[in-house]
């Protein structure tokens, strides 16, 4: 065996440095993966506030007796609520809330916002995401039972 096997079988059988070969393989995927879930967190948690500032709004405009009332009645918990989300809602000029009568003796909250202006949406553009736009719905009835 000459002195060129050794030195292969040497270099085959050393395994000094493979912790940090390891580590430069992996560590990449796995940053990306906890930067995910932190992106999808923040996005969730936008979807959750735009819905439960609908609900809330629609709820806040079966109080009213006419349809000017449900508006400001409406408009104004859903801004409340809205608010109460702080800086994740306020990209872009923040949400907007949109109130009609759906129908006969019925009233709807629209709330889309566009979270194409979020600084988690622009940091997180290596990663698939859902839909930028958000939008929730809640559609009341009108007086009693």
């Not at 019925?106 to 290596?126: A, C, D, E, H, Q």
């Amino acid at each position: 065996m000459g002195r060129i096997g050794k030195i292969r079988r040497h270099i085959l059988a050393c395994e000094r440095g493979m912790a940090a070969l390891e580590f430069v393989l992996l560590a990449p995927a796995l940053l990306m993966l906890a930067f995910a879930i932190i992106v999808y967190s923040f996005y969730f948690s936008a979807q959750m506030g735009i819905r439960h500032a609908a609900s809330e709004g629609a709820r806040a405009a079966m109080a009213g007796l006419g349809s000017a009332e449900r508006t400001t009645l409406a408009t104004t918990r859903a801004s409340q609520v809205l608010a109460s989300y702080g800086s994740l809602l306020s990209a872009n000029g923040g949400p907007t809330v949109t109130t009609s009568a759906a129908g006969t003796g019925t009233f709807k909250v629209l709330i889309s916002y566009n979270m194409l202006g979020s600084p988690i949406m622009r940091y997180g553009r290596f990663i698939p995401l859902p839909a930028s736009t958000i939008t929730a719905s809640a559609v009341v009835t009108n007086g009693s039972y």
